[in-house]
């Protein structure tokens, strides 16, 4: 069965640098959601997008954008790049917002910040 | 706001061991829980799921129960493998913001041979 495909799977960065992840859902999902995961720790959600359109909001800095696609594939834009951003970040889908609606989590890009 | 406890880790066990490992949660309203597993390098995997209380959710031999009156959903497997090997994370997910999970720090599970 087909999963949620991230892009890139490792990525290296230089402080004050800007990267752009990119999350292709489950075909069929129109919702996408973005965690971050520092070392050790456990995923916080940044935000979620539902049929193109931010839904939630979470800890996501001010220095993060992302937005959702007509394809409904994602993208996070992080710029300023600092050393606590290092960490995995992961995308997850799932077909509408209707609870019960089970999301699926990509493999995480891993994100090392110099 | 909603939160996530679960038990620390690391929790070592030998092969066919029993294994429990303790969540309890604080939300408004009726969320639905999960249990995901990570293994070493790997994404989050859903291992299963109750959406309201007394569901038993179970998967691969692990088991685990929604009781709202202690709120809790602690995970059980009767005879763990090396394979089980894993962090296993306790989540919520609230019904009015579906997907904005809150998780639990996670537990780290070894199984030794």
């Known amino acids: 069965a087909a999963g949620v495909i991230q892009s890139p799977r490792h990525l290296i960065k230089e402080k004050r640098e800007t990267a752009t992840l990119k999350c292709y859902p489950i075909?069929?999902?129109?919702?996408v959601y973005w965690y971050q995961q520092g070392p050790g720790q456990d995923p916080q959600f940044l935000i979620s997008?539902?049929?193109?359109?931010?839904?939630d909001k979470g800890s996501i800095p001010d220095r993060f954008s992302a937005q959702q696609f007509s394809d409904y594939h994602s993208e996070l834009n992080m710029s300023s790049l600092e050393l606590g951003d290092s960490a995995l970040y992961f995308c997850?889908?799932?077909?509408?917002?209707?609870?019960?609606?089970?999301?699926?989590f990509g493999p995480g890009t891993r994100l090392t910040v110099l | 706001g909603n939160s996530v406890t679960q038990m620390e880790g690391p929790v070592t066990l030998s092969e066919e061991a029993f294994l429990t490992i303790n969540c309890t949660y604080t939300a408004t309203g009726y969320p639905s829980l999960f249990w995901y597993v990570q293994y070493p390098g790997e994404g989050l995997q859903l291992l299963l799921k109750?959406?309201?209380?007394?569901d038993k959710g179970s998967n691969k031999g692990f088991e685990a129960t929604y009781r709202k009156e202690t709120t809790s959903f602690h995970l059980e497997k009767g005879s763990v493998q090396v394979s089980d090997s894993a962090v296993y994370f306790c989540a919520l997910s609230p019904t009015d913001s579906w997907g904005k999970f809150q998780f639990g720090a996670g537990t780290q599970v070894v199984v030794t041979p």
């Open positions: 997008f539902y049929e193109k359109m931010q839904s």
């Open positions: 109750a959406t309201k209380a007394d």
């Open positions: 997850a889908s799932s077909l509408s917002r209707t609870s019960g609606r089970v999301p699926f």
């Open positions: 075909p069929r999902h129109d919702t």
